[in-house]
């Protein structure tokens, strides 16, 4: 069964500070997608990015940054130079091909940034 | 392109009546759509999946009779909450996904509905 492990629940930081998400993922399928999203207050989610299992590099898009080691099972993301705009709740999510494109999210982690 | 949009946004109702909520992939053709409950400051779980032209495949747990899901057209996905009880308020996110183009494994998330059961 798949599944996703957010530790940390909430980060507060202030304007400009780096901050690093933290996602571990279990799954028995060596065919999986693993996904970032953002939800603002409004609620909508945003994609950020998907990685496949078979593509290990790290990627960087802006200020964001996504560090993928299978040997560890985890999927970080980095917010560099956070600005208040970051401010908003984070959720790694883990697809199995084998369970036919569904989507396991973890908890999430609330990121507040302080001006 | 692939937006997907959702209806009503908010939704207030009462106690024991039925809610209709529309999903509607707008520029794709969505075989597969996803309905999904999130809880305040929790995440999101899956309720069930649904295949254009069939029945809907359930997640343990979540009652097939009280949440109704159709799926009639390529780009139009349903859920109703039926006989809605204040228990059943929640934010309501659909996906919806194209398997068989490029967006395979990718899924497209409404804007999400806000239900409250007074």
């Known amino acids: 069964a798949q599944k996703v492990t957010q530790a940390q629940t909430e980060i507060s930081v202030v304007e400009k500070e780096d901050v690093t998400l933290d996602c571990v993922y279990e799954t028995r399928d060596t065919t999986y997608y693993l996904f970032w999203y953002k939800q603002p207050p409004s609620g909508e989610l945003v994609f950020l990015i998907r990685?496949?299992?078979?593509?290990?590099q790290n990627e960087i898009s802006g200020r964001y940054s996504w560090n993928f080691q299978k040997s560890t099972s985890s999927f970080n993301f980095t917010i560099t130079a956070s600005q208040v705009v970051d401010s908003a709740v984070y959720f790694c999510a883990l697809s199995e091909r084998a369970a036919g494109n569904k989507l396991t999210f973890g908890g999430g982690t609330r990121v507040l940034v302080k001006p | 392109g692939a937006v997907v949009s959702q209806h009503p946004s908010r939704v207030i109702c009462k106690s024991g009546t039925s809610v209709k909520i529309e999903c509607r992939s707008l520029?794709?053709?969505?075989?597969?759509m996803f309905w999904y409950r999130q809880f305040p400051k929790k995440s999101l779980m899956l309720m069930a999946t649904s295949n254009e032209g069939s029945k809907a495949t359930y997640e343990q747990g979540v009652e097939k009779d009280k949440f109704l899901i159709n799926h009639a057209s390529l780009t139009l996905s349903t859920l109703t909450v039926t006989s809605a009880h204040p228990e059943d308020s929640s934010f309501y996110i659909c996906s919806a996904s194209d398997p068989r183009g490029l967006t395979y494994n990718e899924q497209f998330f409404g804007p999400g509905t806000r239900l409250t059961v007074l």
């Open positions: 990685r496949n299992s078979f593509d290990e």
């Open positions: 520029d794709f053709q969505a075989t597969t």
